[in-house]
């Protein structure tokens, strides 16, 4: 079993910036990909950045220049750092961990409410 813990959302003003964190813990190991996606509220969840084992980084367009996903690997935890924040970008954030062997997790989710 894999546990996924979200932390970092919170309240923002348009042009702030959050940290979102997300610790992986319990069987890792295999581990292909771990990303960050989005869900607001009546939308479908959708990937913002993701990141593979082996570092390298992907993101979605709608997000590329304002977020920055990064890992450290001694505390198997991941980040995404969010710039020039938006209020579309109000959503729950959700961490993701996709391993090798096709099982698949998700965090509980943490909300970001960007708004004046």
């Known amino acids: 079993q894999v546990q996924l813990v979200e932390s970092g959302g919170g309240l923002v003003q348009p042009g702030g910036s959050l940290r979102l964190s997300c610790a992986a813990s319990g069987n890792i190991f295999g581990t292909n990909e771990m990303a960050w996606y989005r869900q607001a509220p009546g939308k479908q969840r959708e990937v913002d950045a993701g990141?593979?084992?082996?570092?390298?980084?992907n993101y979605a367009d709608s997000v590329k220049g304002r977020v920055t996903n990064s890992r450290d690997i001694g505390k198997d935890t991941v980040y995404l750092q969010m710039n020039s924040l938006k209020p579309e970008d109000t959503a729950v954030y959700y961490c993701?961990?996709?391993?090798?062997?096709?099982?698949?997790?998700w965090g509980q989710g943490t909300q970001v409410t960007v708004s004046s």
């Open positions: 990141i593979t084992s082996g570092g390298s980084l």
């Open positions: 993701y961990l996709a391993r090798r062997s096709g099982y698949n997790y």
